[in-house]
Each structure stands twice: as structure tokens, then as C-alpha cells.
């Protein structure tokens, strides 16, 4: 993503993401993350750790701020939960563009090695830059 939108996310959720510098995916997810960080920002022990693409979908992974946060029943809970709203964010994202955050016509596949979530438009572009 790129620095200005990565830093609009960091300053807008700084305890939940103060362990995150950069996110390794496009811009055209900033919609959904910001979405699914105003759902999480009052929970206040827990960080997330590493924000990336893999095989054309969102992963999002965190941990509880405290070791022992982690072992109690009510935390267990908790993730139970969190990890629902994380699924579904990332079940959007394998429809929503990666680079423009469009949802029409989008589609999962690979552009030579990687395999990444497009609209038709951005698949082209991508298409043209990588020299097809
Ligand atoms: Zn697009």
C-alpha cells in the first residue's frame, strides 16, 4: 500500500497497529482494512502483527498484547470473535480489487507467478505492464 495511505491508516488506529509499518498488498483495500479496524479499535489488548496478500486474498494476523492475556477463557472467546470479523474481511477482499477497490467484474487468478484479485481494468493494466 502505498506511504500516504499507510500512514492515514497508522495514525488513525495507532495502538492497534503499532506494531505494523507497511502493508503488503495495493491501495485498493484501504476501504475494507479501515472498515475492519473501526470494528476492533475498542478492543484494547490486542495488535495486529503482519497485514499481506496471499494468493490473491487478504490476511490479516495478530497476537494479545500479554502473554498471559492469551491463556484465559474470556480471550478465548474474544479471538473467537475477532477472528470472525478478520474472516470476513478477508472473504471480501477475494472480490474486491486489489489495486483499485472496485467490486465489479473482479476476478482471482494469476498474471504470470502471482496470483492476485483484479477488476477487469486494473488486470489489463496489469497485463500491459508486466508485457503481454
Ligand atoms: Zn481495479
Same mark, same amino acid.
Given at each position: 500500500? !502505498?506511504?500516504?495511505? $499507510?500512514?492515514? +491508516? +497508522?495514525?488513525?488506529?495507532?495502538? +492497534? +497497529?503499532?506494531r505494523i509499518s507497511h502493508f503488503e498488498h495495493g491501495d485498493g483495500w484501504f476501504s475494507l482494512l479501515d472498515n475492519l479496524f473501526d470494528k476492533l479499535n475498542h478492543i @484494547? =489488548?490486542?495488535q495486529f502483527v503482519q497485514i499481506k496478500e496471499k494468493f490473491g486474498s487478504l490476511r490479516a494476523y495478530y497476537t494479545f498484547k500479554?502473554?498471559?492475556?492469551?491463556? #484465559? =477463557?474470556?480471550n478465548d472467546l474474544l479471538a473467537d470473535v475477532i477472528d470472525i470479523v478478520i474472516s &470476513?474481511?478477508?472473504?471480501? !477482499?477475494? $472480490? @474486491?480489487?486489489?489495486?483499485?477497490? !472496485? @467490486? #465489479? =467484474? %473482479?476476478? %482471482?487468478? &494469476? @498474471?504470470?507467478?502471482w496470483i492476485r484479485t483484479l477488476c477487469q481494468p486494473c488486470r489489463e493494466q496489469e497485463y500491459i505492464r508486466l508485457g503481454y
Open positions: 500500500m !502505498s506511504p500516504e495511505k $499507510t500512514k492515514e +491508516l +497508522l495514525d488513525k488506529y495507532p495502538k +492497534l +497497529l503499532e @484494547t =489488548n490486542i500479554e502473554y498471559e492475556d492469551a491463556r #484465559d =477463557n474470556e &470476513a474481511a478477508e472473504e471480501q !477482499s477475494c $472480490t @474486491t480489487c486489489e489495486d483499485c477497490g !472496485s @467490486t #465489479d =467484474n %473482479t476476478t %482471482t487468478g &494469476a @498474471t504470470r507467478y
